[in-house]
């Protein structure tokens, strides 16, 4: 299995703070790669695809970054309503999909 | 657009045997399209069950192959979860899901997730 190692596993940022989030794949997956965010109770929501791409309705202050091995997503200014769980998602070749432990982004 | 919309038994004893059904709406699951269940355990992260073609083939997480069974029924517009020989382990919200073959390869949409719990 390709192993998705994300860190932190949990942040508290102040609003208008730049956080950053990071997943290691444990082998190449080129940018095989998607961000999700989840709110309590609710599913996850995609945010980011193929490691860069920004998902239609989806605000600006997010991104994502990376290829290889090493990926980031960063909101560039936090908001009261990104309090969720963020989590990478790999579909590099072999099966199966993976992910990575998750990020929960907290207002300070 | 696509929505799906999980259903089945809430309660599960252990030895037995979890079913649930993915109702596909908006769109035709006849489509070139992964349908996918992701589970999450309580307080926990997700994990990917597996995933069906609509031609009837599948991909399994290796973790859960021997004990899963992911079928589709293209006169309903749905497809289908078995899970057999459960444990408390297995308690989770199940979510369904559409993934794309080439171009669009992520989860989207999603179902609202429906939490089984295993218990006698």
């Known amino acids: 299995d390709i192993q998705m190692t994300q860190s932190p596993s949990s942040l508290s940022a102040s609003v208008g703070d730049r956080v950053t989030i990071t997943c290691q794949a444990s082998q190449d997956i080129t940018n095989y790669l998607n961000w999700y965010q989840q709110k309590p109770g609710k599913a996850p929501k995609l945010l980011i695809y193929?490691?860069?791409n920004l998902e239609t309705g989806v605000p600006s202050r997010f991104s994502g970054s990376g290829s290889g091995t090493d990926f980031t997503f960063t909101i560039s200014s936090l908001q009261p309503e990104d309090i969720a769980t963020y989590y990478c998602?790999?579909?590099?070749?072999?099966?199966?999909?993976?992910f990575g432990g998750g990020t929960k982004v907290e207002i300070k | 657009q696509v929505q799906l919309q999980e259903s089945g038994p809430g309660l599960v004893k252990p030895s037995g045997t979890l079913s649930l059904i993915c109702a596909v709406s908006?769109?035709?699951?006849?489509?070139?399209?992964?349908w996918t269940w992701v589970r999450q355990p309580p307080g926990k992260g997700l994990e990917w069950i597996g995933e069906i073609y609509y031609s009837g083939s599948t991909n399994y997480n290796p973790s859960l192959r021997s004990r899963v069974t992911i079928s589709v029924d293209k006169s309903k517009n749905q497809f289908s979860l078995k899970l057999n020989s459960v444990t408390a382990a297995d308690t989770a919200v199940y979510y369904c899901a559409r993934r794309g073959v080439i171009d669009d390869n992520w989860f989207d949409p999603w179902g609202q997730g429906t939490l089984v719990t295993v218990s006698s």
């Open positions: 908006g769109g035709s699951i006849s489509k070139s399209n992964w």
């Open positions: 998602q790999q579909y590099g070749n072999p099966l199966p999909l993976t």
């Open positions: 193929d490691a860069s």
